[in-house]
């Protein structure tokens, strides 16, 4: 694989890591605790480390949220009234009789209140659970049972559409609403009005549960991963380095908090470093979102491949016809980043966008291309300092390491990161199988090179055998993106007698292409060139869009069920299966 770097704009601000090197040889989690202040009355709480130490370091008055609604309104939120706010959560929730270790589940879309609402949470030491509000009932309903829900948060229009005839089957739910009020349920404005807006937060253990993700159910049914208070160490430190968030940046994380990334990057690594973070109510609209790079002046943007492919399809024309000058720092995560996304970036924005990889597993992230770093387009980058990660084959029940430089494997990371889930709920079974000794096994394949630069190859559910090759899909798919007709791609196998299975590939054109057999002949050609016979795909089809998850990750699993008329497995999690 060939590696081309990139040369970077000139850096702004000089980079919270000036050099990986240094940092990762010499580094102990002790120093990146030493990073965050603890409770004064003793342990450590999230909500502590990302909203009410800022006041006494006298940053009270400086904008924490900046809210900007769909119809035009902004509202912003100082680090003091976030606050004020959040003691007065939580000691609503208390009124309603919650105690340490609750859950509080929250379904609703990117208004104040479910950020308000999570750092209250955190403070009253209960878990915050959050749904994405796109979610259908049952989808709901599976999460809700199966993270023993007391309370829920949502809004009167997705009570009334998702809700409402599930509350039998939850006897003992206490349902807050945002806006209004509604028959059995309590109003939150009325209890927020009540209540005071002091609130000591008690001596919290670090390894007081705070969290409860879903993961995005692109391989099966979504897993419950638990997370505890100590992860806010990691979160802080990564998004420090990984980043490179400094106290003035005005900062955008995309993504919903109904995911992963939407918690740990759009309100707890954001804030614990003081910037400004911007919430947009609306959904992906790529006009909406150049007008808000531009007005907002963002400065870090941390987006995911989903949405960059969006943009591509657009061309650079949109860009060059904003001020972007204030945008010093692009990320992605997600999904794996084709390396024509990063060269994108870097051609048409002047940087390029800094993959990395984390899951909801690890709650932060664990490989990262980082500011003070070359970029290799089509790298994750290397591990976070304090992340010891691998390439190990798995026999039995150890994880060998693989030395050897460019040889694929399962990627792993050594045990004990602040940040690592402390189980999956009700599958205790499930979680200890991803140990394997001290490691922790991800489940995806990856290679590393000589510099230390970890590679995705793909899941390892996804990986082709054909003809004696291990074939990984993202290889094949980021060859075919590099033609131009091609905005996504999709590979999966498909079994066939003599080579154990062939390579076929599902496509989404971009704007000013029409399928047609010359077109798929000569991306065939093309990809043949790339990636030679043995490893091209055999096979490719049309298709206007590609089946992805909610948070718009493509679902291979699907395209494989589809293509060989086997089960198609849980789909609560498919983007349009309301
Ligand atoms: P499920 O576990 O339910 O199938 P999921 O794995 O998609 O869903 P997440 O935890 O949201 O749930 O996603 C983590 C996964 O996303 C990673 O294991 C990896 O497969 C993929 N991923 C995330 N970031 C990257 C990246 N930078 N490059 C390649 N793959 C990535
Ligand atoms: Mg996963």
Sequence with gaps: MTVRRIEKSQPTLSPNMPAWDDTYRGFRWADARALIDGLPAGGMNIAHEAVDRHIAHGRGEHVAIRWLGKTGETVDLSYAELARRSNRFANVLRKLGLHTGDKVFCLSGRVPELYVAALGTFKAQCVFAPLFSAFGPEPIAQRMRLGGANLLLTTQALLKRKVAGLLDQFPGLKVLLVDGAAEGAVSLRAE??????????????????????????????????????????????????????????????????????????GIIAPLCNGVTSIVDEAEFDATRWYDILEQQKISVWYTAPTAIRRLMKLGAEPVKAHDLSALRYMASVGEPLNPEAVRWGNEVFGMPFHDNWWQTETGAIMISNYASMDVKPGSMGRPLPGIEAAIVQVEGDTARVIEQPGVQGELAIRRGWPSMFRGYLGQEERYRKCFKGDWYVSGDLAKRDEEGYFWF????????????????????????????????????????????EIVKAFVALKPGFAPSDDLKLEIMAHARKQLGPAVAPRDIEFRDELPKTKSGKIMRRLLKARELGLPEGDLSTLEKSE
Excluded: Q
């Design 192 to 265: 927020m009005e009540r209540a005071s807006d002091h609130f000591t937060i008690a001596p919290t253990d670090p390894e007081t549960l705070a969290l409860l993700h879903f993961t995005s159910g692109t391989t099966g049914t979504p897993k419950g991963a638990m997370h505890v208070h100590e992860a806010v160490v990691a979160h802080n430190y990564s998004g420090r380095v990984a980043l490179d968030l400094h106290p003035d940046d005005i900062y955008w994380c995309t993504a919903d908090p109904g995911w992963v990334t939407g918690t740990s990057y």
């Design 457 to 500: 190859v793909g899941r390892s559910d996804d990986v082709i055998k054909s003809a004696g090759h291990l074939i990984g899909p993202f290889e094949v798919e980021s060859a075919l993106v590099e033609h131009p007709a091609v905005n996504e791609a999709g590979v999966i196998g498909i079994p066939e007698e003599t080579a154990g």
